[in-house]
């Protein structure tokens, strides 16, 4: 069965650089969840898309943007990278809920950034 | 504000004994759904089990089974006859759609079983 598929897997920048992370969520999932994990750390929450509107927002810096596309793909935009900001950021996706609750988010494998 | 806690930082065992991760939560909301995920070293996050609120009804899936007990907001998770490809962390996450369906994760269990 198709996953998330997050790109690239891996990346290293500089302080004060750019990132740009990207999600391909599942097929006919219409919603995208991004978190921050850093390292020991649980996943916190930082903002999610329902069919391409942005439905949600949590501890997302400033320095960060998202979007979800027409294909439902989303980007994380991250500008002025801090060392801070080293972390495996994951993508999650998920279909609209049923009449009996919400379902399960499935998560990309997660892009680890490494700020130096 | 929604809360998990996860009192247990890490559990250590050996292969085939069972484990038990205890998960408390704190929400406001009458419906509200419960998960258990699993990361192994990898760091994958890999959906175990999920729970709603308003089915209390525990069930064993395989070597894993699960107590929802609303009257002491805990959702424990047993891993039985445990094997070295158990060893992980684990979260419990909690969401609601009134909180706008974002999981809410706890600290994590750590589980080390050796062989």
């Known amino acids: 069965a198709a996953g998330v598929i997050q790109s690239p897997r891996h990346l290293i920048k500089e302080k004060r650089e750019t990132a740009t992370l990207k999600c391909y969520p599942i097929?006919?999932?219409?919603?995208v969840y991004w978190y921050q994990q850093g390292p020991g750390q649980d996943p916190q929450f930082l903002i999610s898309?329902?069919?391409?509107?942005?439905?949600d927002k949590g501890s997302i810096p400033d320095r960060f943007s998202a979007q979800q596309f027409s294909d439902y793909h989303s980007e994380l935009n991250m500008s002025s990278l801090e060392l801070g900001d080293s972390a495996l950021y994951f993508c999650?996706?998920?279909?609209?809920?049923?009449?009996?609750?919400?379902?399960?988010?499935?998560f990309g494998p997660g892009t680890r950034l490494t700020v130096t | 504000a929604q809360k998990v806690t996860q009192a247990q930082t890490e559990i250590s065992v050996v292969e085939k004994e069972d484990v038990t991760l205890d998960c408390v939560y704190e929400?406001?909301?009458?419906?509200?759904?419960l998960f258990w995920y699993k990361q192994p070293p990898s760091g994958e996050l890999v959906f175990l089990i999920r729970?709603?609120?308003?089915?209390?009804q525990n069930e064993i899936s395989g070597r894993y089974s699960w107590n929802f007990q609303k009257s002491t907001s805990s959702f424990n998770f047993t891993i039985t006859a445990s094997q070295v490809v158990d060893s992980a962390v684990y979260f419990c996450?909690?969401?609601?759609?009134?909180?706008?369906?974002?999981?809410?994760f706890g600290g994590g269990t750590r589980v080390l079983v050796k062989p």
């Open positions: 999650a996706s998920s279909p609209t809920g049923t009449a009996w609750g919400l379902l399960e988010q499935y």
């Open positions: 097929p006919r999932h219409d919603t």
């Open positions: 898309f329902y069919e391409k509107m942005q439905s």
């Open positions: 929400t406001r909301d009458t419906t509200y759904y």
């Open positions: 729970r709603n609120s308003f089915d209390e």
């Open positions: 996450a909690l969401s609601s759609e009134a909180a706008g369906n974002k999981l809410t």
